[in-house]
């Protein structure tokens, strides 16, 4: 009889929105272990897993992991986490626990997006809703954990000139400090995981009267340095808006492997192939040179656009989220 035992360590609030995906999607995986592998098991989830990782809290809550008899253990990252993390961390103080014979990975770079499969079902009511842009502003940056790469972003942007060409947020480790929406950049308060000024919404657009008083979604990923896709980049997708990146440098190869359009074809998007610095500098450039175009020509620019807009919607919603529910079912049989 298989028997598969569940580690499920990850840091998520049981009333997150997120989680409740995170939990069936993770079942589902137990379960085809279960169904495809004899001997004993060990299915871990490594979403956040640096909260318990040490030899001690491992023996502790996990005693299991000392059997000697596993046969098998699953290394499982879902959502934030990326595979590569695992390296010399977490995934080793396993190993060095288990006398398992085998062991196997499931890398968040698996082509299910977990990102998008909660979005697909959490903004379903914005498949039918339309938000055109009919503002004044440029950009809009919504920024809430103040990573070196967002601040560094939002730093040169306001030194560019560009501060009242925009809406953007950061939060800041004295929430009082945050950059909000309110005038642009003002105060706004939240205790939504962790106060850091910027309240943590990954299941809306936010308020739709700012959504759409911006023309491009400048979007900074949660990590830059390896491969991982947000809900952060789905927002722009759904909200039917151009985007940027601040994220890893294959970003745009992989939506566009996902069968999305981006936009070459109205400003140079090799700045994406760059890290951060090089990325948000080539930003900036494009963003000072729109700063200095006509409004008409931006509308202009913004309707001749709107075929990859629309496309981009649509596939989200159709042959991206039923190919993506569909990987769910053998999650585990294609990466073995």
Not at 77 to 82: K, R
Not at 139 to 160: A, C, G, Q, V, W
Not at 264 to 274: F, L, M, V
Not at 300 to 314: G, S, T, V
């Amino acid at each position: 009889m298989n028997v598969a035992q569940l580690c499920n360590s990850h840091g998520f609030p049981h009333a997150w929105s997120a989680t409740k995906y995170h939990h069936i999607i993770f079942r589902e995986i137990v379960k085809q272990v279960e169904e495809l592998y004899d001997g004993n098991c060990i299915v871990v989830d490594g979403t956040w897993l640096e909260t318990i990782a040490t030899h001690e809290k491992l023996e502790m809550m996990y005693p299991n992991v000392m059997r000697e008899d596993i046969d098998h253990i699953f290394y499982v990252d879902l959502v934030d986490a990326p595979e590569e993390a695992w390296s010399g961390g977490s995934k080793a103080i396993f190993t060095q626990l288990t006398t398992a014979k085998n062991q196997h990975s499931i890398p968040v770079n698996s082509f299910f997006q977990f990102w998008g499969h909660f979005a697909a079902k959490e903004y379903a009511a914005y498949k039918d809703i339309d938000l055109p842009w009919t503002g004044n502003k440029i950009f809009l940056s919504y920024n809430r954990k103040p990573y070196d790469h967002r601040k560094l972003l939002i730093r040169t942007l306001m030194e560019s000139g560009l501060k009242y060409d925009g809406i953007v947020t950061l939060g800041n480790e004295v929430p009082e400090n945050a950059i909000s929406v309110e005038e642009n950049i003002n105060i706004l308060n939240a205790n939504i995981l962790g106060d850091v000024g910027i309240p943590n919404d990954i299941a809306t657009l936010g308020d739709h009267d700012i959504w759409q008083q911006a023309f491009i979604n400048v979007v900074t990923e949660t990590v830059t340095s390896t491969r991982f896709l947000s809900e952060k980049i789905w927002k722009p997708i759904i909200g039917k808006r151009p985007f940027m990146l601040v994220g890893p440098p294959d970003s745009l190869d992989r939506l566009h492997a996902l069968g999305f359009r981006t936009f070459d074809q109205y400003w140079d998007e090799s700045y994406q192939e760059c890290h951060d610095e090089i990325q948000i500098e080539g930003i900036r450039d494009i963003l000072v040179q729109f700063s200095m175009t006509r409004p008409e020509e931006l509308k202009e620019m913004y309707a001749d656009m709107k075929e990859i807009l629309e496309h981009n919607h649509r596939h989200f919603f159709g042959e991206f989220a039923r190919s993506n529910e569909a990987l769910i079912s053998t999650l585990v049989k294609d990466e073995m």
